[in-house]
């Protein structure tokens, strides 16, 4: 049976659209959708991991070829030549669509995450092998700068992932660090972190930040916090609400997610992670990362 949605986690008029830009998608490894916990109005997202292993990856790449997706060319030849320009066995690579257009599946943005780095491989040759291969340029010596100064200002954290905005001019890229606490970053948020910690504080396991190599006048910084434990996923949704962060029914709705059953049978989709984003201007936010399986990313409906 395919997993389940929670209808208050993905409005049904919202499902359709999903539906429709599923069926434009490669075989996955692993796909989801991205929920927003507070306004019901808003779109939702759909990402997906196409491949972890090299012949899938070029598999993926030729997909990708095929699309009209001019800035993610050098990417797809990277993928169908020489293979992944990042540390396979550490590495998994997301695509992430904005389903807020019109068109049948719209340009993604591209999200490449690792745990650890390979062997014979310092950090800054992953990011400068990840950089070219994806832009298909070398990087510039202001990008090397702005990558110094983030990593100076938040010295405990290391490198987890690169991600570049290709729908967005200029095709802005994001740094990831993985950080053991949120007093870690207070060199990029300064006292904000305090809101960090006040949300996931004792309870996440794992830690993500990420924020614009190349900030504008008004940026955000984002924190994906990974939760292993029952009990951490009720606290933390219990603080969402009491924040002002998540409407009740859909706190409701996560802790179904977390539980991974459906009361009609079958199994609902799993909670990935959450993501706190943080402007430099106006209120916190919170979103939601539910994941089903390797299966065709179409096959998930509501109850």
């Known amino acids: 049976m395919a997993p389940r949605l929670p209808p208050a986690l993905i409005p049904p008029d919202r499902l359709q659209r999903i539906e429709q ?3 434009c998608l490669p ?24 491949a972890l292993d090299a012949e899938p990856l070029r598999r993926a790449g030729t997909w990708l070829a095929g699309m009209p997706w ?9 993928l169908e030549g020489e293979g992944p320009p990042w540390p396979t066995h550490h590495g998994a690579w997301t695509l992430e669509f904005d ?6 599946l719209p340009m993604p943005s ?23 291969g994806s832009r298909g340029r070398a990087w510039e010596a202001k990008d090397r700068a702005a990558l110094k100064n983030l990593l100076r200002r938040c010295p405990e954290g290391k490198l987890a992932g690169l991600g570049f905005l290709y729908p967005r001019t200029g095709s802005p890229a994001r740094l990831m660090l993985a950080v053991p606490n949120a007093k870690a970053l207070s060199g990029w948020l300064g006292r904000r972190h305090r809101q960090v910690e006040a949300l996931f504080g004792g309870l996440a396991e794992r830690l993500v ?21 029952a ?10 609400v009491r924040m002002g962060l998540c409407l009740p029914d859909r706190a409701r709705a996560l802790l179904l997610l977390t539980e991974n059953r459906a009361p009609s049978g079958g ?18 936010s919170v979103k939601a990362y539910p994941a089903f399986g390797a299966e065709n990313p179409g096959g998930f409906k509501a109850p």
């Open 231 to 240: 009990e951490a996923w009720s606290e933390l949704a219990e603080r969402l």
């Open 209 to 229: 930040a990420a924020t614009a190599i190349h900030p504008k006048t008004e940026s955000s910084i984002s924190i994906e916090a990974y939760l292993w434990q």
């Open 110 to 132: 591209s999200f490449v995450t690792f745990g650890a780095s390979a062997e014979n491989q310092s950090p800054w040759q992953i990011l400068q092998h990840l950089w070219e």
């Open 267 to 284: 199994a609902w989709c799993s909670l990935n992670h959450v993501k706190m984003a943080l402007p430099s201007k106006g209120k916190a």
């Open 27 to 50: 075989e996955c490894y692993l796909a989801g959708l991205e929920c927003r916990l507070v306004d019901r109005n808003q779109p939702v997202d759909l990402w997906i991991c196409p």
């Open 70 to 78: 001019e800035p993610l060319r050098p990417l797809a030849r990277h």
């Open 99 to 104: 389903l807020d257009t019109d068109e049948p």
């Open 21 to 23: 830009a599923a069926q």
